[in-house]
């Protein structure tokens, strides 16, 4: 003021494009057919199949929804939640329940994820369980099924300098199959239209690699 007196008000604040906004809703509803052996085979499609999800902005903070995905005979559904931590990121969490009649079990998994970033710093980890009988849509009987999977990743990213990221992968699937993982990526415009991009991977477990 004229008296040379000053004030300062901090008002802190944490944006995710994770997030919608208070009273914003995203939704998504799918109706079609299975592709089947895609890659292997022409254009074969089976049984039909729903999928969607339904999310909304309780606040700017906090988003609650819903998810499935579904044939006649097996599907999986859930609610999903996501919530910023102040300025901490944001942790998201989902829960599902499945059902399979041709085999007559019913499943559950349960996923975790979280997500910060700060200027050019960014950092994500996410976990997911899945039990022995969870039912998943578009995965044959024979093929593996997942049961466990671990990620998480560091990164930086500058228009100068380019991006690089760090990342750990560890999964199992059934048959009992595990993978332990480390990568290192850098990518880079070189202008141009030209873009650069590297990464180099070292697998463990029971396939193994660099």
Do not use: C, M
Request: hydrophobic share 35%; glycine share 14%; charged share 20%.
């Amino acid at each position: 003021d004229r008296l040379g007196r000053e004030t300062r008000f901090a008002y802190p604040f944490y944006f995710s494009d994770l997030l919608l906004g208070e009273g914003i809703s995203d939704y998504s509803v799918n109706l079609g057919a299975l592709r089947q052996r895609f890659g292997t085979r022409g254009n074969e499609y089976g049984h039909a199949v729903t999928s969607g999800f339904y999310r909304h902005g309780i606040t700017g903070g906090l988003n609650a929804g819903l998810r499935w995905e579904s044939t006649l005979r097996r599907g999986n559904a859930g609610p999903t939640l996501s919530a910023r931590l102040g300025e901490g990121g944001v942790v998201s969490a989902s829960a599902a329940a499945s059902f399979d009649e041709d085999v007559g079990a019913s499943g559950n998994a349960l996923a975790v994820s979280y997500s910060y970033q700060i200027g050019a710093l960014s950092a994500q980890s996410s976990a997911r369980q899945y039990s022995k009988r969870y039912a998943f849509i578009g995965v044959d009987d024979a093929a593996e099924r997942p049961r466990s999977d671990l990620n998480a990743s560091i990164g930086y990213g500058s228009a100068k300098l380019g991006s690089a990221a760090l990342a750990y992968n560890e999964s199992r699937s059934e048959p009992e199959r595990e993978r332990r993982a480390w990568s290192l990526s850098y990518s880079r415009s070189l202008g141009a239209g030209f873009n650069l991009f590297g990464t180099l991977t070292s697998v463990r477990g029971t396939q193994r690699g660099t």
